[in-house]
Structure formats: C-alpha cells, structure tokens
C-alpha cells in the first residue's frame, strides 16, 4: 500500500468489547487479540496444518447443510470459501504464532473468521457481519477447539506423510537399491568397533541401508493407522454437545472422501480428545527413523573421508564449495545436513512427549505445539531425505581400488584360517603380520600351517564377502 493510500477499518465485537480490524484482512477480532498476544517466534501455521483444518470445516459445513444445521446458502458460501483457500487464496491470513493459546483456540478461530467473512463476501455482503455468516454460530457449528485441533493434527499428520515423507522413503531405497546392484561386486573392508573386519560387498552396504528404511517405511504406516480414528463430534468434553446424532459418523464419512482415507469415528470421543498417544506414537517412529538416518550419513561422511587421509571408499558428488579459505575442498554437506535435520526431528519428539504427557482432565492444552513439531517432524524429514536422494545418494560412485586394497590388507582375514589353523594360531599370524608387515599369506605358508592351493581358495575375498541367497531374501 502506497503512502498516499489511507487505511480504512471495520468495527467487530466480541464478548470482551470492541476492536478496528483494517478492511482489507479476512481475519476478525479474536485473531487479531492472539496477535497482540503472541509475538512470540514469527513463526506462522504450517500450510499442510491450516489445509488440515479447511478440509475439516469444508467437511463440517456440508455435513451440517445436509442435517439441516445450518442454511443450505451458508453452507455453500463456506465451502466456496474453503476451496478457496485450499486451492492457494487467503494463506497469508492465517497469521497466529505457533506458540499460542492452549488447546488451540486462538489459531481455529483464525480459520473460522477467515473462512465467515469470504463467505460473506460471496454471498454479496460485507466483512465483519456476523450476524448473516457467524464464525462461531456456522463456520464453526457443532464444533469446539476441543475436537477440531486433535482432528486437524491427524488429517495434517497424514497429508505429509502422503504428500511428503513416503514419496521421499519410496525414492531413497529405489536409489540404494540401484546403487547396491552397481556395487554389487565391489570389495571392501568391513569395519566393526571402527577397527578392521571381514570383507563386505559395498553393495551389501547400500542393500542393507534400502532394507532399513524399507522396515521404517512400514513401521511408520503402521503407527499412522492411529490418526485414522477421530474424536471429531465430540464437541467440547467429548459428549457431543450440540451436535446432530448422525453428524460424527457423517462427517467422518465425508473428510474420508475429502483425503481419500479411511476415517472412522474414535471407539470413545473423549478419550480421542484427550489422549496424545497416537501423535506420540507416530512421533517415536519419526525418531526412530531420524536415528538410522544419522547413522547412515555419518557412514556416508566416514566412506568418504578424505580425500588423501581417509578412508576414500565412495565418492559423494560435491555440489558445492566446502572453504571459504582452502581452494578446492569440497565437503559431504548433504549428508551433514542430514543429521542435522534429523537431531531437530529428535528434539520435537522429546517436545511431543512432554507436551501429551501435560494434559488435564478432558483436554490437553499443549495441542498447538503438538501439532507444528509433529507435521513439521514429517515435512522436514520428507524434504531432507529427497534432497539427500537426488543430491547424494543417487550419484555416488565406488572407489573401487581403495575398497580392494583396504581389503586385501586387512588382518581380519585371518578370521577365514579359524576352521583351518584354529584361533591361536591365527591370532599370532595376525600378530606377526602387524610386527613385520609380512602378509599373513606368507607367514602361514612359512610355518607350515596350510599348502598354497588350500590357503588360496580360504583366502578368496569374493568368496568371503558372498553374502548368502538366505541373508538378502533371495
């Protein structure tokens, strides 16, 4: 707005008096108070959130149209005015910090104000009049904070994981299982306790990390099937005051056609808006995925130390510079952000659990800051774990030599002479080797322990680092 614009203001009302809201927001007086209250982070609605609670009035108001709850105009004008905001309209009025007024109510009544005064202004009158289209008498009919933001953390809950996480996880083994077929006969040292093991395929490596995520990918499924079951109907205690009896099963049936999964009212309504237990279920599989992914990164950084003083067994494709002094470094930055992103995903689980573990009596007033650390957990994971795929993972290449050589040194190979020499013998071969740097080819053939055709077939690598048709499911 121009400096030569004047601004002009609407009058709203509520039950603690009389505020100026500026013509020009969708916004009323209740968001503007939280506004005011809460300069907290900056930190505004996750867009996948407030999609999860337009999608849950869009369902709400034709639900309640078709019980005859509310005007059959009313009710079109809402879900006019959601699809709206689902489709792009509106996203910079939903402005209420994350940090916020317990259970939510602050931003929900965002989203009702939001979506009264567009329906106003479909159905040809002004902003602000609330007594054609209430944000509390009809966007928000037969509804409570109490039930609306547990619902909306499930439906958010399972739009990332739909839209973001799975695709990511689907990406990132298709990835390591392509690399695991073009490393499939490259040789390199396993290492245990960080010191030298038996040989291992580096294909193995890549294999082994497709099937981890492979496991996570279910187990997360597995704890989503909890956010299916809502307390949605349940009004404000769980009683379902103030709704119509067919309504919780009707607008279940609805959200369901909405994000095509299946959804079905909770078994109890009170005890699904009072539990936190199925975000901190789905919470803990994050955390356990987040932990195998910084193991996988920092093997990554490990196989790539280097490039003359480390390991060097794989390269990471560099995608930028890595000093701002020394020329021509290039660091493993993909996979550090990794971890990086993964310790935040840690930290938002512990916040999930002090969070569910703070409720009293018939509501837990921590859901706001559930519900952020809990979508952005899975957005933050998704969109690291892709970036990891496109970025790294499926443009490394093996160092091949080097895996050979460190493989061909290694003194674990003497594990292979256990059956043949027996475990103290091998042991001071191995012993032997590392004082005089003799290979342990050579000291077993120069004590006798073995003739040279027999030593050779034990000391094959391909064959040692073979990994049975049992072990990779084949």
Same mark, same amino acid.
């Given at each position: 707005?121009?400096?030569?614009?004047?601004?002009?203001?609407r009058t709203e009302r509520d039950s603690m008096g009389e505020k100026q809201?500026?013509?020009?927001?969708?916004?009323?007086?209740?968001?503007?108070?939280?506004?005011?209250?809460?300069?907290?982070?900056?930190?505004?609605?996750?867009?996948?959130?407030?999609?999860?609670?337009?999608?849950?009035?869009?369902?709400?108001?034709?639900?309640?149209?078709?019980?005859?709850? +509310? @005007?059959?105009? &009313?009710?079109?004008?809402?879900?006019? %005015?959601?699809?709206?905001? =689902?489709?792009?309209? $509106?996203? !910079?009025?939903?402005?209420?910090?994350?940090?916020?007024?317990?259970?939510?109510?602050?931003?929900?009544?965002?989203?009702?104000?939001?979506?009264?005064?567009?329906?106003?202004?479909?159905?040809?009158?002004?902003?602000?009049?609330?007594?054609?289209?209430?944000?509390?008498?009809?966007?928000?009919?037969?509804?409570?904070?109490?039930?609306? +933001? @547990?619902?909306? &953390?499930?439906?958010?809950?399972?739009? %990332?994981?739909?839209?973001? =996480?799975?695709?990511? $996880?689907? !990406?990132?083994?298709?990835?390591?299982?392509?690399k695991a077929e073009q490393f499939k006969n490259t040789v390199k040292s396993?290492?245990?306790?960080?010191?030298?093991?038996?040989?291992?395929?580096?294909?193995?490596?890549?294999?082994?990390?497709?099937?981890?995520?492979?496991?996570?990918?279910?187990?997360?499924?597995?704890?989503?099937?909890?956010?299916?079951?809502?307390?949605?109907?349940?009004?404000?205690?769980?009683?379902?005051?103030?709704?119509?009896?067919?309504?919780?099963?009707?607008?279940?049936?609805?959200?369901?056609?909405?994000?095509?999964?299946?959804?079905?009212?909770?078994?109890?309504?009170?005890?699904?808006?009072?539990?936190?237990?199925?975000?901190?279920?789905?919470?803990?599989?994050?955390?356990?995925?987040?932990?195998?992914?910084?193991?996988?990164?920092?093997?990554?950084?490990?196989?790539?130390?280097?490039?003359?003083?480390?390991?060097?067994?794989?390269?990471?494709?560099?995608?930028?510079?890595?000093?701002?002094?020394?020329?021509?470094?290039?660091?493993?930055?993909?996979?550090?952000?990794?971890?990086?992103?993964?310790?935040?995903?840690?930290?938002?689980?512990?916040?999930?659990?002090?969070?569910?573990?703070?409720?009293?009596?018939?509501?837990?007033?921590?859901?706001?800051?559930?519900?952020?650390?809990?979508?952005?957990?899975?957005?933050?994971?998704?969109?690291?774990?892709?970036?990891?795929?496109?970025?790294?993972?499926?443009?490394?290449?093996?160092?091949?030599?080097?895996?050979?050589?460190?493989?061909?040194?290694?003194?674990?190979?003497?594990?292979?002479?256990?059956?043949?020499?027996?475990?103290?013998?091998?042991?001071?071969?191995?012993?032997?080797?590392?004082?005089?740097?003799?290979?342990?080819?050579?000291?077993?053939?120069?004590?006798?322990?073995?003739?040279?055709?027999?030593?050779?077939?034990?000391?094959?690598?391909?064959?040692?680092?073979?990994?049975?048709?049992?072990?990779?499911?084949?």
């Amino acid at each position: 707005m121009s400096e030569h614009q004047t601004i002009t203001y609407r009058t709203e009302r509520d039950s603690m008096g009389e505020k100026q809201i500026p013509s020009n927001v969708y916004y009323g007086i209740q968001t503007l108070r939280a506004v005011e209250n809460f300069p907290i982070s900056g930190i505004k609605p996750l867009s996948t959130y407030v999609d999860a609670c337009i999608i849950i009035k869009k369902a709400t108001a034709i639900a309640n149209s078709k019980l005859g709850c +509310i @005007p059959e105009d &009313i009710g079109q004008a809402i879900i006019q %005015a959601a699809d709206e905001v =689902l489709a792009g309209k $509106l996203r !910079d009025q939903f402005v209420v910090d994350v940090y916020q007024a317990g259970a939510g109510t602050s931003h929900h009544m965002n989203v009702n104000e939001v979506l009264s005064n567009r329906a106003l202004e479909i159905l040809g009158d002004e902003k602000g009049n609330y007594n054609r289209v209430s944000p509390n008498d009809h966007v928000n009919y037969g509804q409570s904070t109490n039930d609306v +933001i @547990p619902t909306a &953390i499930r439906i958010g809950g399972l739009l %990332a994981l739909e839209r973001t =996480l799975f695709p990511a $996880l689907y !990406d990132a083994i298709f990835a390591l299982e392509n690399k695991a077929e073009q490393f499939k006969n490259t040789v390199k040292s396993g290492r245990t306790h960080l010191q030298d093991a038996v040989p291992v395929r580096l294909g193995e490596t890549f294999r082994a990390w497709a099937q981890i995520l492979r496991e996570h990918t279910l187990r997360i499924d597995r704890a989503s099937d909890d956010l299916t079951f809502l307390g949605l109907g349940g009004s404000a205690a769980g009683t379902g005051l103030n709704t119509h009896p067919e309504y919780c099963k009707k607008v279940a049936e609805i959200l369901s056609e909405l994000i095509d999964h299946s959804l079905k009212p909770a078994p109890h309504l009170m005890a699904a808006m009072q539990s936190m237990a199925p975000f901190v279920n789905v919470s803990g599989a994050l955390r356990n995925l987040a932990q195998d992914c910084v193991k996988m990164s920092h093997d990554l950084r490990l196989m790539d130390s280097g490039p003359k003083t480390g390991f060097k067994e794989i390269q990471l494709p560099p995608v930028q510079p890595g000093s701002s002094i020394m020329p021509g470094k290039y660091n493993p930055v993909m996979a550090e952000m990794t971890s990086m992103v993964c310790f935040q995903v840690m930290g938002y689980d512990s916040a999930i659990a002090l969070a569910a573990q703070a409720g009293q009596l018939e509501l837990n007033v921590m859901m706001p800051l559930i519900a952020y650390n809990l979508i952005q957990s899975i957005e933050i994971l998704g969109n690291t774990i892709s970036a990891l795929t496109t970025k790294c993972l499926a443009k490394i290449e093996a160092k091949a030599d080097r895996c050979l050589a460190y493989a061909e040194g290694s003194l674990a190979l003497v594990t292979a002479l256990n059956t043949h020499i027996g475990y103290l013998n091998a042991a001071a071969v191995a012993k032997e080797s590392l004082e005089t740097g003799k290979s342990l080819r050579q000291i077993v053939l120069e004590r006798g322990l073995m003739n040279a055709e027999d030593l050779a077939k034990v000391l094959d690598l391909e064959k040692m680092s073979a990994m049975p048709a049992s072990a990779i499911g084949v």
